[in-house]
């Protein structure tokens, strides 16, 4: 699991120092603050150190420098690895610096960087743990074609999608080694009102009521929910793995939106460690209903936009951290509306 990140000079920050606990980790900030660069910078290191675990066979012709610009390149799809270079450092250097609970990974590329990296630092993770990074769009209706049009052809989408649907690839577990999470599948099941299953390339949901509904007919919402069971069920997330979640409240109502959020803290008190980035108050409101008082890790890290670039601050509660301006202008408007009705209705007696 990652347990620390620091990066200089990397897209939009500057400087960044971060930790991140076991349990729930939630990125905050507005628009254009990182957050997404910043969760798929956390996967790339964390896919990489699975990919070059002691326990994974050497791959022939394998150089990490290369593979790692590779990897940056294809995650964030910049013109070439330079790019990625925080603009207003001049010719300063990208450093990423990131540390897991056994095992580090330490790189840094120039503005003229192309295809390798200088490696720094690696001590290899003793076993592979799986990283699995859920994009702001559902796959499982994308699924199988999109992983054939993304191996012979040229295609804008970054590479989180294609790596996704790899993972929907394999099949279910068996009951004896589905064991451990039962439970956790059983709850997302209840959600969806059916089982989440692959049929001849196709994913439908077998419900006890309406019988086998193909995937497409569910609302977004459910799709993200069955995306998350069948990871599950096909053992690609386990306990000890990481999930990476970009904005899970994206294009979901707020009764859908709860139940993702319910979802999450399932995952993260299971075993799970998840990293999300968001900007929605009502899904940061549930979270904070669903862990106050629980033993589960919860970490915020909020960023904000600053002259010199993106700062991060990190705090257990999201009231210590300082004023954010993507929850500023929700709450602001909710006291807008509330004076707006105290006016008309006059005060209560």
């Known amino acids: 699991m990652l347990a620390k990140l620091t990066i200089f000079d990397f897209s939009l920050f500057s400087r960044a120092k971060m930790r991140f606990v076991n349990g729930l980790n939630v990125i905050i900030g507005e628009n254009s603050t990182g957050k997404s660069h910043l969760l798929k910078l956390a996967y790339v290191v964390s896919a990489l150190q699975s990919e070059t675990a002691r326990n994974q066979p050497s791959k022939l012709n394998y150089r990490l420098d290369e593979r790692i610009a590779e990897k940056l390149v294809a995650v964030f799809r910049p013109e070439h690895l330079g790019g990625l270079v925080n603009r207003k450092a001049g010719r300063n250097r990208a450093l990423v610096d990131a540390g897991f609970h056994d095992h580090s990974l330490r790189f840094s590329f120039a503005p003229n960087s192309r295809k390798k990296v200088a490696l720094e630092e690696h001590v290899p993770a003793q076993t592979a743990r799986d990283s699995v990074l859920l994009p702001p769009k559902e796959a499982l209706s994308l699924f199988p074609s999109l992983i054939g049009s993304y191996e012979r052809r040229e295609m804008v989408m970054d590479e989180t999608y294609y790596d996704l649907c790899r993972k929907f690839l394999a099949s279910p577990l068996k009951p004896a080694q589905l064991e451990p999470v039962e439970d956790l599948v059983r709850d997302l099941e209840t959600i969806l009102q059916g089982k989440i299953i692959l049929?001849?390339?196709?994913f439908l949901?077998?419900?006890?009521?309406?019988?086998?509904?193909e995937i497409g007919l569910l609302a977004e919402g459910l799709r993200k929910i069955a995306q998350l069971a069948y990871l599950l069920l096909n053992g690609s997330l386990r306990k000890g793995c990481t999930l990476f979640w970009d904005e899970p409240d994206?294009?979901?109502?707020?009764?859908?939106?709860?139940?993702?959020?319910?979802?999450?803290?399932?995952?993260?008190?299971?075993?799970?460690q998840v990293v999300m980035a968001t900007h929605s108050l009502f899904l940061l409101r549930e979270l904070e209903l669903l862990t106050r008082g629980s033993p589960l890790a919860t970490l915020y890290t909020g960023l904000e936009c600053r002259n010199s670039g993106v700062i991060s601050r990190q705090a257990a509660e999201i009231e210590d951290l300082p004023s954010l301006i993507a929850l500023e202008e929700e709450l602001d408007q909710s006291d807008r509306y509330l004076e707006m009705h105290s006016e008309q209705t006059g005060p209560a007696i």
């Open 199 to 202: 049929d001849q390339g196709r």
């Open 250 to 272: 994206c294009n979901l109502n707020p009764k859908l939106i709860r139940k993702v959020a319910g979802a999450l803290v399932a995952t993260a008190g299971f075993g799970i």
């Open 205 to 213: 949901v077998k419900t006890p009521d309406k019988g086998r509904l």
